[in-house]
């Protein structure tokens, strides 16, 4: 569960309010610039707004550090690394919160399709390779809350749709889930879709409901041509 | 393996310790200094050892194992492996601040310099916070760095143009200018070493979080690390042992850099390892360096000494790692 009332800041968030419940995977949508990072880093607590934020039905700025990391994961864009610490170092950071005990992180390794890079320094991945390790850190986390932004930026199409497969699986098995995308046919797979423009939630249901063409028209943009497209499915 | 990297660098520290109290101009067998730190054996020996040599090595220890603390913790908390205090200028904020009170006469009192010394790194260490956020490029920080040597070096120019005539003063001041460990006293050793153990004591339980905070500010807190909390005893830990450094071993650069690159080199990032490993190889790399100005009379000092290997050091890093 995880909800905020009135999330204000600056022009990048204005008057955001939600409730999310458990077992759905959501996902966030809307153009550049539209407020989506934002809203993951205020619901997550890495950056301050105006309003209210609750995890479970818990006011977030009375949740200590280290139980925040134990209840919400986190997947930032930003995915560069200076040090050269080996795969299985930096998805077992995903235990800190835990007292470092190691439970999960071959499973999550596993997950993620990177078993075989555990030795390898970080700074010599490829970008879709580094995705990849930090998601399997934000799994290894164990944490029912779990944010990623953009997942499946610089991921192959194969690992897009193990992500995909990936958070269906959570979000099936009680995770709240909420994954920023870019592609509104990625969104589709969702149990339920928000789509953010300007700072602002003007659409939260599922899929079919809100990404109505117009909706699609006036946010993007663009003229949605339904049919068109290749579809793609793991084997 | 982590095992064997701490033992052979302690092992290299001990013999380099002992070599530390037993050359110079009189050379004393291992045998003598053994007999000499347990107070037996000839007076002059003794004296030679407890008045001139130990003082000496303890403040190498001090200094090199302060410098090679503060320059692992300035890289992970700037997420930058060329963060380093003789580079960012917290040693020569440091330096002038010793400088102004030696040369303005205020020296009076036995803490008066190591005060000085820390008050002028934390004005360095607050220029670098502004001037250079977080994240910022090698090159930002760098260029800030300059920016802070050539202010800082500029002042102690200044108060040694005004202490010339006073040879003495400018004596002192020079000292500060280069850099090194001959002529201490315990004075010395109890302003520098009891800080320094200190500092690097409540730095090592730190090594964890810090390397979350290597990979990303906000990753790190998403983890369960309190980052506000952490980057305020890491900048505070590390100018802290910076100061202390500079109080008693005035500049002595690019120890903070060096040590730690070639020891990540070796043993990898993990500062859990990394930590230890730089405060012994620091003092070790203090201790070796030092060793040649005791047969080399004037210019050849500690300081002199690590910045001719630590610039080409630098330059050749630059070379692997351009900005």
């Known amino acids: ?235 | 393996m982590r095992n064997r990297a701490g033992l052979v660098l302690a092992l290299v520290l001990a013999a380099v310790v002992l070599a530390s109290l037993a050359l110079g101009d009189s050379a004393l067998r291992p045998v003598e200094v053994l007999q000499a730190m347990l107070g037996r054996g000839d007076a002059l020996n003794r004296t030679i050892v407890w008045d001139l040599r130990l003082p000496r090595t303890l403040v190498g220890i001090a200094v090199g194992a302060g410098l090679a603390a503060s320059g692992v913790t300035m890289q992970a908390f700037f997420r930058n492996p060329l963060a380093s205090p003789g580079l960012l200028g917290v040693s020569a904020g440091g330096a002038l601040g010793a400088v102004a009170v030696l040369a303005l006469g205020l020296a009076g009192g036995f803490l008066a310099v190591p005060a000085a010394a820390i008050a002028g790194a934390f004005v360095a260490t607050g220029a670098v916070m502004v001037l250079a956020r977080r994240g910022a490029s090698p090159g930002h920080l760098l260029l800030s760095g300059v920016a802070l040597n050539a202010f800082f070096g500029a002042g102690t120019s200044f108060l040694l143009a005004l202490s010339a005539g006073r040879f003495e003063v400018s004596g002192q001041i020079l000292f500060w200018l280069m850099g090194g460990i001959e002529n201490r006293t315990w004075e010395h050793v109890a302003i520098g070493l009891p800080g320094v153990l200190v500092g690097c004591a409540l730095l090592l339980p730190l090594g964890r979080a810090m390397n979350l905070l290597s990979l990303g500010d906000a990753s790190a807190q998403s983890l369960g690390v309190d980052v506000r909390r952490l980057r305020w005893q890491l900048i505070a830990l590390s100018t802290v042992l910076t100061a202390l450094a500079t109080a008693v071993g005035g500049m002595v650069g690019f120890v903070g850099l060096l040590v730690p690159h070639l020891l990540r080199l070796a043993f990898g990032p993990d500062h859990r390892r990394l930590l230890p490993l730089s405060m012994i190889g620091g003092a070790a790399f203090v201790l070796l360096c030092d060793l040649p100005t005791r047969f080399v009379p004037g210019g050849l000092r500690l300081g002199v000494i690590t910045a001719l290997i630590g610039g080409p050091f630098l330059l050749w890093m630059l070379r692997r790692n351009p900005c």
């Open chain 1, 1 to 235: 569960m995880l909800s905020a009332e009135g999330l204000t800041l600056g022009t990048r968030l204005r008057d955001v309010s939600l409730a999310l419940s458990g077992g759905r995977g959501i996902a966030l949508v809307g153009p550049n610039g539209a407020g989506k990072s934002t809203l993951l880093q205020v619901l997550a607590g890495l950056l301050q707004a105006r309003g209210r934020i609750l995890w479970n039905g818990r006011e977030l700025s009375a949740i200590p550090y280290l139980e925040r990391g134990r209840t919400l994961a986190w997947l930032g864009q930003e995915s560069h690394a200076d040090f050269a610490f080996p795969v299985r170092e930096v998805v077992a950071q995903g235990r800190h919160a835990w007292g470092d005990d190691g439970h999960g992180v071959d499973e999550a390794m596993e997950a993620l399709d990177i078993r075989h890079l555990a030795a390898r320094p970080i700074t010599e991945l490829s970008g879709g390779e580094r995705r990849r390790v930090y998601l399997a850190r934000a799994l290894a986390t164990g944490a029912p809350l779990q944010l990623w932004d953009e997942p499946a930026a610089n991921l192959d199409v194969r690992h897009v749709l193990e992500v995909l497969r990936l958070a269906q699986r959570l979000a099936a098995a009680g995770s709240t889930l909420v994954v920023s995308l870019h592609d509104l046919r990625t969104a589709f797979r969702f149990d339920e879709v928000l789509v953010m423009d300007q700072g602002r939630l003007v659409g939260h249901g599922a899929p079919e409901a809100v990404l109505t063409p117009e909706l699609i028209a006036s946010v993007f943009q663009v003229k949605a041509m339904p049919g068109k497209g290749l579809a793609l499915e793991l084997p």
